[in-house]
T-cell receptor
Framework: EPEVTQTPSHQVTQMGQEVILRCVPISNHLYFYWYRQILGQKVEFLVSFYNNEISEKSEIFDDQFSVERPDGSNFTLKIRSTKLEDSAMYFC????????????????FGEGSRLTVL | AQRVTQPEKLLSVFKGAPVELKCNYSYSGSPELFWYVQYSRQRLQLLLRHISRESIKGFTADLNKGETSFHLKKPFAQEEDSAMYYCALTGNTDKLIFGTGTRLQVFP
């Protein structure tokens, strides 16, 4: 069964360093998402991506964040200059076709990348 | 504003007892409601959605628009049901808005 894969599973970085989290969505999916979950808190939407551009982003997704689909398979989240409060689990997700009732809401999640900023 | 509220952080029951995980939402339009589950050391996955009106692993959830609720129920809990449960909604966009989650512990 196809899965969303994420690398690395855990990254430790120093404050101020750049971090790139990588995701390989399911191959026939069209919408891609990044969510994050700070320890003990809820899963929060960061950004959605469709047709090679951001379709929606949250207040959390400020200028320090960027996303890219550099090739046909990878979907990356870059944090330009990490802060302590960026420490969280970052989840990538993908969905086949928005608006299709049979797939609405069924996001397929990766296992997450744990980012620890020291 | 879209909001999902799960008032219980932790729900502990014994095997065979009924379970109800509460979820209330706030949305001015017609939302789509979902329950996602995360078993220990596994990824988040869809459990059920209100539009399909199905029962998955014995769980059901009914959308009550009057009470703006989408509580998850199971008549007889099993130990393997122990997990984190997240209620979520989508409105006029495709992003999922999650509640804070409820940890269900089922004791033998």
């Amino acid at each position: 069964e196809p899965e969303v894969t994420q690398t690395p599973s855990h990254q430790v970085t120093q404050m101020g360093q750049e971090v790139i989290l990588r995701c390989v969505p399911i191959s026939n999916h069209l919408y891609f998402y990044w969510y994050r979950q700070i320890l003990g808190q809820k899963v929060e939407f960061l950004v959605s991506f469709y047709n090679n551009e951001i379709s929606e982003k949250s207040e959390i997704f400020d200028d320090q964040f960027s996303v890219e689909r550099p090739d046909g398979s990878n979907f990356t989240l870059k944090i330009r200059s990490t802060k302590l409060e960026d420490s969280a689990m970052y989840f990538c997700a993908s969905i086949w076709l928005a608006g299709d009732p049979s797939s609405t809401g069924e996001l397929f999640f990766g296992e997450g990348s744990r980012l620890t900023v020291l | 504003a879209q909001r999902v509220t799960q008032p219980e952080k932790l729900l502990s029951v014994f095997k065979g007892a009924p379970v109800e995980l509460k979820c209330n939402y706030s949305y001015s339009g017609s939302p789509e409601l979902f329950w996602y589950v995360q078993y220990s050391r596994q990824r988040l996955q869809l459990l059920l959605r209100h539009i399909s009106r199905e029962s998955i692993k014995g769980f059901t959830a009914d959308l009550n628009k009057g009470e703006t609720s989408f509580h998850l129920k199971k008549p007889f809990a099993q130990e393997e049901d122990s997990a984190m449960y997240y209620c979520a909604l989508t409105g006029n966009t495709d992003k999922l808005i999650f509640g804070t989650g409820t940890r269900l512990q089922v004791f033998p």
